[in-house]
């Protein structure tokens, strides 16, 4: 039983190119949440969505910052016109429907560098 | 703001005594809490969690404890092994745990020595 798969594992991109963030949740999650750590914090929640829906993206940055949870095949998390300040790790979980916090399960990230 | 505080970044034990790691919090809506492990490169793992309605869960050699009145949990190791090094994130959420957005503390960097 796969876990939370994420690839790139590490991506390096130039100031204004875009990035692009795949995330496959485990088999029989629905739900799927990314979060973002910059360098020397905690965790900072981004977004939920369910298939076909943001449920809350509350954290998303205004601009620039898109993802998308479609029918069919990954999450993805898009960054347009990278800045170095979107320099980070971020991390995809995933939990069942109508799961509570204890079953959230998360990737092992996708450490973006824009140099 | 910090909604989720972990005042110390790092700690040292050594092997077989006990680990404390220490966590407050300022949102007397949040009801419910976790504490996830991380090792470097990795995603977080869920350790253990608590229901504001609990003062302590325990499972295995851990066990978390709640004193809502003081906004304030702890997670204890007890032995500690040195498999248990890594960072420790303290997690809170609202309406008792089905709110899946986590607010996270920074961490705490757990060294067990052998």
């Known amino acids: 039983n796969a876990g939370v798969m994420q690839n790139p594992r590490h991506l390096v991109r130039r100031r204004g190119q875009e990035a692009r963030l795949r995330c496959s949740p485990m088999?029989?999650?629905?739900?799927v949440y990314w979060y973002r750590q910059l360098p020397e914090e905690g965790l900072k929640f981004m977004v939920y969505?369910?298939?076909?829906?943001?449920?809350?993206e509350s954290g998303m940055p205004k601009e620039r910052f898109s993802a998308e949870f479609p029918k069919e095949g990954p999450s993805i998390l898009r960054i347009q016109q990278v800045v170095r300040g979107d320099s980070a790790a971020y991390f995809c979980?995933?939990?069942?429907?109508?799961?509570?916090?204890?079953?959230?399960?998360f990737g092992e990230g996708s450490w973006l560098t824009v140099v | 703001d910090q909604q989720v505080k972990q005042n110390s970044p790092s700690l040292s034990v050594q092997e077989g005594r006990i680990s404390i790691l220490n966590c407050d919090y300022t949102?007397?809506?949040?009801?419910?809490f976790l504490w996830y492990k991380k090792y470097p490169a990795e995603g977080p793992t869920f350790l253990i969690s608590i229901s504001s309605i609990k003062d302590k869960n325990e499972d295995g050699r851990f066990t978390v404890f709640l004193n809502k009145s003081a906004k304030h949990l702890s997670l204890h190791i007890v032995p500690s092994q040195p498999g248990d090094s890594a960072v420790y994130f303290c997690?809170?959420?609202?309406?008792?745990?089905?709110?899946?957005?986590?607010?996270w503390g920074l961490g705490t960097s757990l060294a067990v020595n052998p």
């Open positions: 088999k029989g999650h629905s739900h």
């Open positions: 949102n007397s809506m949040f009801d419910y």
């Open positions: 969505l369910q298939k076909e829906n943001i449920i809350d």
């Open positions: 997690a809170a959420s609202e309406n008792a745990g089905n709110n899946r957005k986590l607010i």
């Open positions: 979980a995933s939990s069942p429907s109508g799961g509570a916090a204890n079953t959230i399960y």
